[in-house]
């Protein structure tokens, strides 16, 4: 596949996978993107997973096409992209490798080795001329792994953006490139939302013509589209206004109280609402259905005196990605000691800028006048914003201090003075206040 005169496409399309990272279904495969640029010097960006070394390498050598390979650059070390280092190491003895130093000691960990012989260290702004391109390195730490770098070809003014802009599926196969990006996005690097606000910042000094990501197309045109949909789910910001109900039910109950809330909504003027059943869907589509719509209802009985498994698991998905600047509101089902929205509501204790709505529904066993009248109140709440009115609280000034060697942002009132940064384990000496 042609990115430019120099750059070409040699990834591996994986229509085999039942479940990509050991959980998420990829009904559409998975692509594993690995890029080649041939200039006076030559370079292969990344390697693909261990099931396609071998239509890797093959994909390599036309490319080469009998010329040497001086270089392959590993901008992250999660097997999708590393399992296949060590065959090129054989395949290619005379390349130099190209890695951060975190990548270095991650191969040691991998392989057995950390190719010593091999080494070119690189960390922030250091450059590798090639020839007539210039590969300017820019640091990434937690998008998604510690190690990570991203590469600026300058001539080209191409981004190799590691897994950032990445999506589930196959390239061989056409859908649309938000939903399965934002399912990947939320799912695999949303909890490090701070730290892909840091590299949207050194993105925003560059030139970029085209973004090449380790998964999903290589982008090409409106960069601003993809560009402003990471800083929305970065920022925990809610890509839209809408109700998201995510439920479980054992015989049927909630659920129908669930879908009478759906009514209430949508005759309240809630334009979207979106049910997930968290018993059947995907986990990871209900999850990216939270974080992109402004409010999210939580129904569930009460069970084995906790919530019903499949909710408490969705709750902890939630809040483990750092699930923030939300309106949650709970329904609770219980025949004798319902406890499902004391516990809910506590498990998202430690969450930032969450605003619980005033009115739930508690069900005894089945609806009742009673629970009815509460479900109508929610609805009409969640339609008005009457909670967002109600139950703002004064917040303290809270001040960011970025890290200025991995990017981590530190959020508070002030940043403590025996403060160790948890990416790179630098003091506070190295942070400095930013907007
Ligand atoms: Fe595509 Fe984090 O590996």
Redesign the pocket.
Known sequence: MYITDDIRYIGVNDHEIDLFEGQYVVPNGMAYNSYIIMDEKTAVMDSVDGNFTQEWLDNIAAQLDGRKLDYLVVQ?M?P??SASIFDFAKAYPEAKIVASSKAFAMMKNFFGTDFAEKQVVVNEGSRLSLGRHELNFITAPMV??PEVIMTYDSTDKVLFSA?AF?KFGALDVEEDWACEARRYYIG?VGKYGSQVQAVLRKAAKLDIEKICA??GPVLTENLSYYINLYDIWSSYRPEEEGVVIAYTSIYGNTKKAVMQLAEELKANGCEKVVINDLARCDWAEAVEDAFRYSKLVLATTTYNADIFPFMRQFIDHLTERSFSNRTVAFMENGSWAPVATKIMKSMFEKSKDITFAENTVKIMSALNDESTAQLKALAKELCTGAAEETEEEPKGETRRFECSVCGYIYEGAELPEDFICPICQLGAEVFEEIE
């Open positions: 992250h999660e999708d992209h998604h792994w897994d990445g695999i380790l998964h």
